[in-house]
């Protein structure tokens, strides 16, 4: 069950095989190098005096040192803490001194930064490497020894493993620690649902500090070639062409760039066999989009931090509802995964009606699920009650027990008495032809309580007015559930997982006001 030893499994079935293509230096690492490197890290980090449960903070872009790492801690029962390179300097000082890592690895570009949590942080050592850096993490390496390290034994399944900072979509970032298992648990609710083969090759178009991270381990995991970037919409069609890729994971965000692309028909996508989307609600007319435009099959999956990916919209179900069977469940995030347990419960823990009406909080028992917050046993037992997780998230299901996620439980427009979930307004905004994306909050009405307010990105080349977008949503909706007003956005403020983070949205509206931003 140790996770670490997932190199060695393919170093001694296919040394010479490819593991990793980092294109950002066009580098190519075999099974047997890249098991090799982890092994010197893990007995590097030994030899700094880690012992098992330690942490080790690593503040780096997407690169083989980064997988390295995930492998080389987990092995000798170390665990590995992601860093937000994205977050301001404070933030990341915040997230380092809760964690309370003996370690920080930096990429050369983030030095400042690294000096910066360095002065506030008590570590044991601070290491570097790559362009721009003083080449600690090298130099450790290259003295390290190579032998398999003793430790890897001792390592069981409900060891931690890493701590993923939560994208704080509704307020403060928190450490969630998930374990072996619990890692093993997401890799396996993937393969189902993937249906991965030995041929794949993947591409991670998300960041390596946040819970994507377990898609790219699991291909890995399967002996499957693992492509990074750092997400550009041109570089990632060049990268399917080249490097025949064949799965990966893209918020609505990147699917959108990627078709938006003026050259998008000329490229050979023909080696792709699936592509999961998730990571927020993705419109359905957005969907019919990506069916049309790339040859392969679809799956949508809904999952988050705390409990990695909890239900699955299938292959099946897609092209069903394409074909005219069941076209609304374009908009539900699927069924209950493989190892996943679901129900949706009212206030009282009832679960609701399956009558795709009456709506109820997501709740989730799974072994893939967090072993909890880190120092926030207040926050833990709030979430984990009873063996389920509480996701915080509105849904309504089906007779088949299709999930249908309306909002998040604070994002929720109250407006005259009536309640306006978001994803519906957003849904409605998202058909207009000019719209790249949108988002809806609720402002202050001194006569309703709120009203609806969109934001909305346009598509390069595309332009259209206010009224055009209301008037758009009114045909698709109660009069009540119409947005008011809308303002036009170059972009939209995004976590790390590319969730709009609505609360930065409202800030502007509701800082002199009671509503919890």
């Known amino acids: 069950m140790n996770q670490g030893l997932i190199p060695a499994k393919w170093a001694r079935l296919?040394?010479?095989?490819?593991?990793?293509?980092?294109?950002?230096?066009?580098?190519?690492?075999?099974?047997?190098?890249?098991?090799?490197?982890?092994?010197?890290?893990?007995?590097?980090?030994?030899?700094?005096?880690?012992?098992?449960?330690?942490?080790?903070?690593?503040?780096?872009?997407?690169?083989?040192?980064?997988?390295?790492?995930?492998?080389?801690?987990?092995?000798?029962?170390?665990?590995?803490?992601?860093?937000?390179?994205?977050l301001a300097t404070p933030a990341l000082v915040d997230v380092v001194r809760d964690a309370g890592p003996k370690v920080l690895i930096t990429q050369g570009e983030f030095a400042e930064v690294a000096s910066a949590i360095e002065r506030e942080v008590d570590l044991v050592a601070s290491l570097s490497f790559g362009a721009g850096s003083a080449g600690t993490l090298e130099d450790l390496v290259a003295r390290s020894s190579d032998l398999e390290p003793e430790q890897s034994a001792k390592v069981g399944e409900d060891d931690p493993f890493f701590?993923?900072?939560?994208?704080?979509?509704?307020?403060?970032?928190?450490?969630?620690?998930?374990?072996?298992?619990?890692?093993?648990?997401?890799?396996?609710?993937?393969?189902?649902?993937?249906?991965?083969?030995?041929?794949?090759?993947?591409?991670?178009?998300?960041?390596?500090?946040?819970?994507?991270?377990?898609?790219?381990?699991?291909?890995?995991?399967?002996?499957?070639p693992l492509v990074l970037m750092n997400f550009a919409p041109t570089l990632a069609l060049e990268l399917i062409e080249n490097e025949k890729v064949s799965a990966f994971l893209g918020v609505t965000t990147m699917l959108n760039w990627m078709m938006a692309e003026e050259n998008f028909a000329s490229y050979d996508l023909s080696s792709l066999r699936n592509i999961q989307y998730g990571g927020g609600p993705m419109?359905?007319?957005?969907?019919?989009?990506?069916?049309?435009?790339?040859?392969?099959?679809?799956?949508?999956?809904?999952?988050?931090?705390?409990?990695?990916?909890?239900?699955?919209?299938?292959?099946?179900?897609?092209?069903?509802?394409?074909?005219?069977?069941?076209?609304?469940?374009?908009?539900?995030?699927?069924?209950?995964?493989?190892?996943?347990s679901v129900r949706i419960v009212d206030p009282m823990g009832n679960d609701v009606a399956t009558d795709g009406r009456t709506p109820g909080e997501i709740i989730v028992r799974s072994p893939a699920n967090m072993a909890g917050y880190l120092n926030r046993p207040d926050l833990t037992a709030n979430?984990?009650?009873?063996?389920?997780?509480?996701?915080?998230?509105?849904?309504?299901?089906?007779?088949?027990?299709?999930?249908?996620?309306?909002?998040?439980?604070?994002?929720?427009?109250?407006?005259?008495?009536?309640n306006i979930y978001s994803v519906q307004v957003e849904e409605a905004i998202a058909s207009h032809p000019a719209v790249l994306e949108c988002a809806v909050i609720g402002v202050p009405d001194e006569e309703w309580g709120e009203t609806v307010k969109g934001f909305v990105v346009l598509k390069p080349g595309q332009s259209a007015t206010e009224q055009d977008i209301i008037d758009q949503a009114r045909q698709h909706l109660a009069s009540y559930q119409k947005p008011r007003s809308v303002e036009f956005v170059s972009e939209l403020p995004k976590a790390p997982t590319g969730k709009i983070l609505k609360r930065e949205l409202r800030k502007a509206y509701w800082e002199d006001h009671d509503r919890n931003v």
Not at 189 to 212: C, F, K, S, W
């Open 14 to 86: 296919t040394p010479s095989g490819q593991a990793i293509f980092d294109a950002a230096d066009e580098r190519r690492v075999t099974w047997a190098e890249f098991d090799g490197l982890v092994r010197r890290l893990a007995n590097g980090l030994v030899s700094l005096g880690l012992v098992k449960g330690d942490k080790v903070a690593m503040l780096s872009r997407n690169c083989v040192e980064f997988q390295a790492l995930y492998f080389a801690a987990g092995r000798v029962g170390l665990v590995t803490q992601p860093l937000n390179w994205r």
């Open 163 to 224: 701590l993923l900072y939560t994208g704080g979509t509704t307020g403060a970032s928190k450490g969630a620690l998930h374990t072996h298992r619990s890692a093993a648990a997401g890799m396996l609710n993937q393969t189902v649902a993937e249906r991965i083969v030995a041929t794949d090759v993947y591409m991670l178009t998300g960041q390596m500090y946040h819970i994507p991270i377990v898609l790219a381990m699991n291909y890995l995991k399967h002996g499957c």
């Open 283 to 340: 419109p359905s007319n957005i969907v019919r989009q990506a069916l049309d435009s790339f040859p392969c099959t679809l799956i949508q999956g809904y999952g988050q931090t705390e409990g990695t990916t909890m239900t699955f919209l299938s292959q099946e179900d897609h092209l069903n509802a394409v074909n005219g069977i069941h076209p609304e469940r374009l908009k539900s995030c699927g069924r209950e995964g493989f190892v996943t």
């Open 383 to 418: 979430t984990l009650r009873d063996g389920w997780m509480h996701t915080g998230d509105v849904a309504t299901w089906d007779e088949d027990r299709y999930i249908f996620i309306v909002d998040r439980a604070k994002d929720m427009i109250i407006s005259g008495g009536e």
